[in-house]
Each structure stands twice: as structure tokens, then as C-alpha cells.
T-cell receptor
Framework: EPEVTQTPSHQVTQMGQEVILRCVPI?????FYWYRQILGQKVEFLVSFYNNEISEKSEIFDDQFSVERPDGSNFTLKIRSTKLEDSAMYFC????????????FGSGTRLTVV | KQEVTQIPAALSVPEGENLVLNCSFTDSAIYNLQWFRQDPGKGLTSLLLIQSSQREQTSGRLNASLDKSSGRSTLYIAASQPGDSATYLCAAVNGGSQGNLIFGKGTKLSVKP
């Protein structure tokens, strides 16, 4: 069964540092997403990406965040200057279609900002 | 603004019992509703997707129903097993959106042997 792969599984960073979270979506999927889950809270949408551009973003996804698909396989989330409140589990997901197929989620990157 | 609520927050049942998890949403203009399973410290596994035009979907021991008019979905698990212990999340895709999911907080299910 095809998988969405995320690296690293756990990252610890100092406040103010930049982090890049990496994802390899399923190869024939066209839609890519980042979500996050703060401990004990709901999974929250951050951003969706299609055809090499952002198609939608939430109010959480401010100027400190950016996404990129630098080649045909990777999809990255960059946080420019991390804050304590950025500590969360970050999930990447991909889908063939926005509405007719389910998502496949990766196993997540646990980001801890100290 | 779409809000998704799941009741109960936690549920403990003996093995073999049939059970129902509930999900409600405030805006009935959805494209679809999806159910996921989340194991501790892990990602989300897609279980079932119900399109807005459908009433139910089945996969093995799982059956999900959708009633758009009342803003409700249920996930029925038949003959529960200890391996079903996990958190179950429902999520709605809003009409007019670009396909992003709006999640409930989940129901944490524990099936006791």
C-alpha cells in the first residue's frame, strides 16, 4: 500500500530557529496538505497545495510559514522563526482528488520548540 | 463557520460489543465526511468516506451513515475487538472549500478483553 513518508519523526529546536519538515506524498496524488495537532487538541488545517501553488490556507498559516515542492517528489513545510506555541504534531497528507477520494496521511513529525 | 463535534469524548466497552460513535456538524453544505482512526503518537488512517449524496458506507465491521439535513454522522463498529482501541476522528469537507478537512476532537475508544 502506498504511503506518505514524513521526516524527521521528531525534531527539537530552539525558539527562533528555522525548521523544515519534509514529506514525500504518494506519487500519483495531485493535492497536498499540511495539518497540525497541538497536544490534546483538534487536528487543524494549515495549507493546501495544488499545481505548484497554495490553493488555500488557514489563519494559522501566517508569514512565518511557507511550503514548497522543490522537485517532483518532496513537499516541505518551513517555519521561519519558531515559537513555543508551534510545538505540535505536524501531518502531511495527499489525495488524488479534493472531494472524491480520501486522504492519505503521513505518520507525522513531532516538533518540540524549547 | 463549520464546527464538528464528537460525542462521547471517551468510551470503554467490553470485547464483542457493538457500538456507535457520533459526529455532528453545524453547516450541512458539505462535499463529504470522512472517518479516521488515530493510534497514540501515530498518523491518521482513513476508514470511510461518505459523499454528500450518499447515506452510508461500509467496510468490513465498520458502517458509517450520513444525515446531512440533521448534520449528523455515525460510525457503527460491530463485534468490537481490543485491536479497535484508538481515537476515532470525523472530518467534514465544506462545500466551497478547496478540500480541506475540518476535524472533530475525536472519541477515544477502549475495548477491554
Amino acid at each position: 500500500e502506498p504511503e506518505v513518508t514524513q521526516t524527521p519523526s521528531h525534531q527539537v529546536t530552539q525558539m527562533g530557529q528555522e525548521v523544515i519538515l519534509r514529506c514525500v506524498p504518494i506519487s500519483n496524488h495531485l493535492y497536498f496538505y499540511w495539518y497540525r495537532q497541538i497536544l490534546g487538541q483538534k487536528v487543524e488545517f494549515l495549507v493546501s497545495f495544488y499545481n505548484n501553488e497554495i490553493s488555500e490556507k488557514s489563519e494559522i498559516f501566517d508569514d512565518q510559514f511557507s511550503v514548497e515542492r522543490p522537485d517532483g517528489s518532496n513537499f516541505t513545510l518551513k517555519i521561519r522563526s519558531t515559537k513555543l506555541e508551534d510545538s505540535a504534531m505536524y501531518f502531511c497528507a495527499s489525495s488524488k482528488d479534493r472531494f472524491n477520494y480520501g486522504y492519505t496521511f503521513g505518520s507525522g513529525t513531532r516538533l518540540t520548540v524549547v | 463557520k463549520q464546527e464538528v463535534t464528537q460525542i462521547p469524548a471517551a468510551l470503554s466497552v467490553p470485547e464483542g460489543e457493538n457500538l456507535v460513535l457520533n459526529c455532528s456538524f453545524t453547516d450541512s453544505a458539505i462535499y463529504n465526511l470522512q472517518w479516521f482512526r488515530q493510534d497514540p503518537g501515530k498518523g491518521l488512517t482513513s476508514l470511510l468516506l461518505i459523499q454528500s449524496s450518499q447515506r452510508e458506507q461500509t467496510s468490513g465491521r465498520l458502517n458509517a451513515s450520513l444525515d446531512k439535513s440533521s448534520g449528523r454522522s455515525t460510525l457503527y463498529i460491530a463485534a468490537s475487538q481490543p485491536g479497535d482501541s484508538a481515537t476515532y476522528l470525523c472530518a467534514a469537507v465544506n462545500g466551497g472549500s478547496q478540500g480541506n478537512l475540518i476535524f472533530g476532537k475525536g472519541t477515544k475508544l477502549s475495548v477491554k478483553p
